[in-house]
Structure formats: structure tokens, C-alpha cells
């Protein structure tokens, strides 16, 4: 049975730094590309950061330059740098494997608040 694990979200100032963490078990991870996704309030879930299997990257417009999505096979770990934030990337974060096929189940997501 798969789960994903995200955490590391907290309240942070406009212009701070949060790190997010995905722990995920029970599949080959190595093999899929993954993804953070975020919904904020009254919003549809939108894909933030996308990393293939072999390292590659692709971001939203919104975020690009701002965050880096990285990944420890051996760890079976997401990880989300995000930089310079903005009071709209508040929400409740989520990994996943990429866009295009059958998402594992959520996890419970890492809320980040955006506030001065």
C-alpha cells in the first residue's frame, strides 16, 4: 500500500523560505516521475513542480525561479525548496507522482501560510 508523507509546511513571512519534505513507501519509487501539487482555499489542486525519474525538472510559471523540486531515490524522498514567497503560494501542499496516470492516494499535505 502506498503512502505519501509531506511535511516541513509552517507559517512564514512574504519574502521567506520554507523546505517541504514527501516520504513515500510501498512502490518502486525510483521509476515514476513526481510532482507537488498545491489547492489553496476555494481553488482547484494545481501541479506546482514536476520531476521526471531521471532528474528533470519543469515548473509552473508561477514559481519558476522561486522553487526547486528535488529527489533521493535511495531515501524514497520529495523534496520542495521554496524561495522569495508570496502571500498567493499559501496552501496546503501535496506530492504525488506526475500529472498524466493514476495518482497514488493523497497524503494528508503540509500547509504553508504566507503572513506577515
Known amino acids: 500500500q502506498v503512502q505519501l508523507v509531506e511535511s516541513g509546511g509552517g507559517l512564514v513571512q512574504p519574502g521567506g523560505s520554507l523546505r517541504l519534505s514527501c516520504a513515500v513507501s510501498?512502490?518502486?519509487?525510483?521509476?515514476?516521475?513526481m510532482a507537488w501539487y498545491r489547492q489553496a482555499p476555494g481553488k482547484q489542486r494545481e501541479l506546482v513542480a514536476f520531476?521526471?525519474?531521471?532528474?528533470?525538472?519543469n515548473y509552473a510559471d508561477s514559481v519558476k525561479g522561486r522553487f526547486a523540486i528535488s529527489r533521493d531515490n535511495a531515501k524514497k524522498m520529495v523534496y520542495l525548496q521554496m524561495n522569495s514567497l508570496k502571500s498567493e503560494d499559501a496552501a496546503v501542499y501535496y506530492c504525488?507522482?506526475?500529472?498524466?496516470?493514476?495518482?497514488?492516494?493523497w497524503g494528508p499535505g503540509a500547509q504553508v501560510t504566507v503572513s506577515s
Open positions: 520531476i521526471s525519474d531521471r532528474g528533470i525538472t
Open positions: 504525488n507522482k506526475g500529472p498524466g496516470g493514476t495518482q497514488y492516494p
Open positions: 510501498g512502490t518502486l519509487f525510483s521509476i515514476y516521475a
